[in-house]
């Protein structure tokens, strides 16, 4: 009689690249026979994928592992977190492993050590597209490791280092398996999307029977012919992003751009190493709708960064009111160990972080209700996430799952996760669209 296979207990924290990540530890663990559960007790080990960006995420993280020693005892820790060590070991000296981001095999190997696989290849199958933690009908894809860019609020360079880019093959071909599988909708994501290939000087890879470069153009091209919705996650301003735009409009990819512009302020962005000319950017964003009128942009932004004064705000108001950004979220400015910006002088006190965040929300909130009252009375297409009586929830092409709005679709029939339906667009709130599937 066959051994029982060892069980697993996983935690994922952090962004969609970290998620990646644990899906690739996952599908390797699955396909050696090892058994996936929630509970932390009776697993035979317990691995903690954590994130390390921010000290409340490094908390995070720290707060999981504790939990994991308490319930279980046996704990791998990897992840950004892990890039550091020394912070884990002051913390939980006795964890079984640490390893640091992308460290697949060694987490692998810990664990082999802690529970040896009872591998049986008649009974352990794993999908050909390896294991995914999102659902069935969305998937994100990573298609470079590391970023080149010196943000002085980031550590991500130090945690995961330099721009690595996958070959366009690869990231090809793990694209149509996905499709194979049933998957309606691919997220690109990595650190810097738009700086894909670099690396490698755009080197070209065959892709059936023909060269295809490894660049942010082809790869929008390619995945275009593979007849899923195809979104762009973390996209950096950079020139040539404008030659995706007319795939846009083609409806080879999804009309958004994903674009972290972190302030307005030129000021501001120099201090932080950012692009600095907003006017530029927004005579491109213009350009950009007059190719693709329906274009919706979602980003990022930070208020609070040091030495950021009260007409650094007044500027990045105004530059929203005029860029008109579909979707965008704010973070206080939250200093992580080991940045540079640590030493900007001008710390800007908790209250008045508190107070220019909230008026970005309520600026931002206005912007966003009036444009997607410019979407009531037309007819989307509407990818459905979650199925409901009477009511179900999806998104349109201009939203991404888990950080932007949705739609609430009312149906005669059931609607399945997965389906895209067309929905007539009824009325709209702050965030959210509401309709009927027609």
């Known amino acids: 009689m066959n051994a029982p296979a060892p069980k697993v207990s996983f935690v994922s924290l952090g962004c969609p690249k970290a998620l990646v990540d644990s899906e690739r530890i996952i599908t390797q663990l699955r396909a050696q026979g090892y058994q996936l559960t929630k509970e932390h007790d009776g697993a035979d080990v317990v691995i903690v994928n954590t994130c390390g960006f921010l000290d409340s995420a490094k908390a995070e993280s720290l707060e999981a592992i504790g939990e994991a020693m308490a319930e279980n005892g046996k704990v791998i820790v990897t992840g950004c977190m892990g890039a550091e060590p020394e912070q884990i070991r002051e913390h939980f000296p006795n964890v079984l492993a640490i390893t640091g981001p992308q460290a697949y095999e060694s987490v692998v190997s810990a664990v082999h050590q802690a529970a040896p696989p009872a591998h049986d290849p008649f009974v352990d199958l794993v999908p050909p597209q390896g294991v995914k ?4 009908h969305y998937a994100y894809l990573k298609i470079s490791e590391g970023c080149n860019n010196r943000c002085t609020f980031c ?10 880019s996958r070959p366009i093959a690869d990231v090809l071909r793990e694209a149509e398996k996905l499709a194979r599988a049933g998957v309606k909708e691919l997220l690109v994501i990595s650190q810097d999307t738009s700086a894909y290939g670099l690396d490698i000087k755009y080197q070209p890879s065959l892709w059936k029977d023909r060269e295809v470069r490894t660049r942010f153009y082809e790869l929008g091209k390619e995945l275009g012919e593979l007849g899923m919705w195809v979104r762009m996650h973390y996209v950096y301003p950079y020139p040539h992003v404008d030659e995706i735009i007319p795939l846009m409009a083609e409806g080879k990819v999804l009309p958004y751009l994903d674009i972290p512009f972190q302030h ?6 120099k201090a932080m190493r950012r692009p600095g000319n907003q006017e530029k950017t927004l005579d491109r964003i213009r ?3 007059e190719i693709c009128p329906d274009l919706a942009i979602r980003s990022t932004f930070i208020v609070g960064f040091p030495g950021e004064t009260e007409a650094d705000v007044e500027f990045l108001m105004q530059w929203l009111q005029e860029a008109k950004i579909d979707r965008a979220g704010c973070f206080q400015y939250e200093p992580v160990q080991g ?8 710390a800007v006190p908790d209250e008045v972080k508190e107070e220019r965040w909230h008026r970005f929300m309520q600026t931002q909130q206005e912007i966003s209700a009036k444009l997607l009252k410019g979407r009531v009375g037309k007819t989307l297409p509407v990818i459905i996430d979650e199925p409901g009586a009477t009511v179900a929830t999806g998104r349109t092409k201009y939203d991404a799952p888990e950080i932007d709005g949705v739609v609430y679709v009312a149906s005669g029939t059931p609607l399945k996760p997965g389906e895209i339906v067309n929905v007539k667009i009824e009325s709209s709130d702050e965030y959210d669209l509401h309709g009927t599937a027609v």
């Open 133 to 136: 933690l999102t659902p069935r």
């Open 155 to 164: 550590i991500i360079p130090k945690l995961r280092g330099d721009l690595v």
């Open 264 to 269: 307005a302020s030129p000021s501001v962005l």
């Open 287 to 289: 350009k950009w709708r």
């Open 339 to 346: 940045a540079p910006a640590n030493d900007i002088a001008g």
